[in-house]
């Protein structure tokens, strides 16, 4: 049960010819939509002309026919999902942001949150700068059209912006003739590009958008890397690789990507078994059966099943019809929520020992509501096993797990954790192990775990002037 929101999902496209660019990217949209369900856009070049559309929900409320056929086909296009981590969720705010400048015209997706966007912002203020919106996307863009102003060529500009702009950024940008994305120098957000069997180059956050539109995923962006896709193909620049300690946010494995995704060559469904099964031997229990909070904890609670020999139940059961914007004003009515997002087998849990698996404990409020529903529901004892290590550290990279203050386990020991949420036993899963789950396959190896050691590949910058 999740308390800790998603970042955003970026998608690009770039077709030889003519091509319903726009289509494509509503279903790469789709396929990302668990990234950001708070607004959506996409923007397309046809000839140079660029058509974009974005407003505040989900795809499927942003987008109908009629808006898809006046987007219409195109040569490129690029396409946003958000939730919002800086500036608040309202229309002015949704991406694709399009600029135009005195060279031509520009759009620009990003995921991640910039950690010197403050101070970047007052210093554009002062050159004149107007903001639209409340957002590190904006700060970005306008960063790249004053580098664009002053280098007259795009790629140059975006290798001078990623030396001003510090922080998480996983960046689509269209021109009216090229496709361009860039990751950051620690690579903390994922990126990966595909192509179609017509020779259709797609660039999404994560493998699963690809597989969406019919594109064999070809690799992930380096940390670091700039891509450029146009008529002669594409051209990496590396100048910016092996700048920085690499810090892929380990918790998209965790938590925040879709299972059958694919990042940095591990897949995220066999990144979750193995926390599962470093969870058993971390802290094993006898009990009669493993259940998994749907839906990340699931693939964690296999995992911990076949490390221990325990059996695996369903025993939660999620109604995948309740959105973000569910009315629950009160405490009853938020403690009913949870009634109705989940509900219990009570055939597999009633007097049973349950090791119940969930990917993370934030205010511990909703891991306490779902163990009463599952005593409810007549266990005899509930072990809780936690397949992410206890935050401790607020996120400055494009997440929403904000202050110290609303970390549980920033007051309160493992075992008064346990007392307070109502388990009879309760184990995290260690920083070693956590980030073990994805080693191995990762080109650069390097992690991000700030959120649970305090170890922050790049501080941020508290500094407002
Ligand atoms: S602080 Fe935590 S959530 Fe944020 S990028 Fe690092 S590992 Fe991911």
Redesign the pocket.
């Given at each position: 049960m999740h308390e800790i929101n998603e970042e955003c999902g970026v998608f690009g496209i770039y077709s030889p010819k003519t091509a319903p660019v726009s289509v494509l990217s509503y279903y790469g949209l789709y396929a990302l939509q668990h990234r950001g369900q708070e607004s959506a856009g996409i923007a397309v070049s046809s000839g140079g002309q660029f058509k974009y559309h974005r407003d505040t929900g989900l795809v499927q409320d942003v987008f109908d026919n009629d808006k898809i056929a006046e987007l219409g086909e195109g040569q490129i296009a690029i396409a946003h999902v958000r939730y919002s981590t800086s500036g608040s969720s309202n229309r002015i705010n949704a991406q694709p942001i399009v600029v135009n400048h005195m060279g031509g015209s520009m759009a620009l997706c990003h995921n991640g949150n910039l950690v010197n966007s403050n101070k970047l912002r007052s210093a554009l203020e002062r050159e004149g700068c107007i903001f639209q919106s409340t957002t590190d996307t904006e700060v970005i863009s306008y960063t790249l059209t004053r580098e664009y102003i002053k280098t007259k060529v795009l790629e140059e500009a975006l290798i001078n912006t990623m030396d001003i702009i510090r922080g998480?950024y996983s960046l689509v940008i269209m021109s009216s003739r090229k496709l361009i994305a860039c990751r950051d120098k620690h690579g903390?957000r994922p990126l990966c590009f595909g192509i179609t069997e017509d020779g259709v180059y797609v660039v999404a956050s994560e493998s699963c958008a690809l597989d969406a539109v019919g594109a064999r995923l070809i690799r992930d962006l380096r940390a670091g890397e700039i891509i450029v896709i146009d008529e002669n193909g594409v051209n990496s620049i590396d100048i910016h690789c092996n700048k920085a300690k690499a810090?892929l946010?380990?918790?998209?494995y965790v938590y925040f990507a879709r299972p059958d995704s694919i990042i940095e060559g591990v897949s995220v469904h066999e990144a979750r078994q193995r926390a599962g099964s470093f969870l058993a031997l971390e802290h094993p229990v006898q009990a009669d059966v493993v259940i998994g909070v749907p839906d990340s904890g699931l693939d964690a609670a296999i995992g911990y099943s076949r490390q221990s020999g325990i059996p695996y139940e369903i025993g939660l059961i999620k109604n995948k019809y309740i959105g973000r914007t569910f009315i629950a004003p009160t405490q009853q009515e938020r403690e009913n929520l949870v009634r109705l997002k989940l509900n219990p087998i009570s055939e597999v849990i009633r007097d049973k020992r349950i090791i119940l698996i969930d990917d993370s404990i934030v205010r511990g409020t909703t891991s306490a509501r779902l163990i009463k529903l599952i005593r409810g529901a007549g266990a005899r004892e509930i072990h809780m096993r936690v397949s992410a290590p206890p935050f401790t550290?607020p996120?400055?990279?494009?997440?929403d797990?904000e202050s110290k203050e609303k970390l549980i386990a920033c007051k309160y020991s493992t075992g008064d954790i346990a007392d307070i949420i109502g388990a009879d036993t309760l184990g995290f899963l260690s920083i070693e192990n956590a980030k073990q789950i994805a080693k191995g396959v990762n080109a650069s190896g390097g992690?991000?775990?700030?959120?649970?050691d305090g170890n922050y590949p790049v501080e941020k910058d508290m500094e407002i002037d």
């Open positions: 998480a903390f810090a946010c380990v918790f998209e550290n996120c400055y990279y494009g997440t797990i992690y991000c775990t700030a959120c649970f």
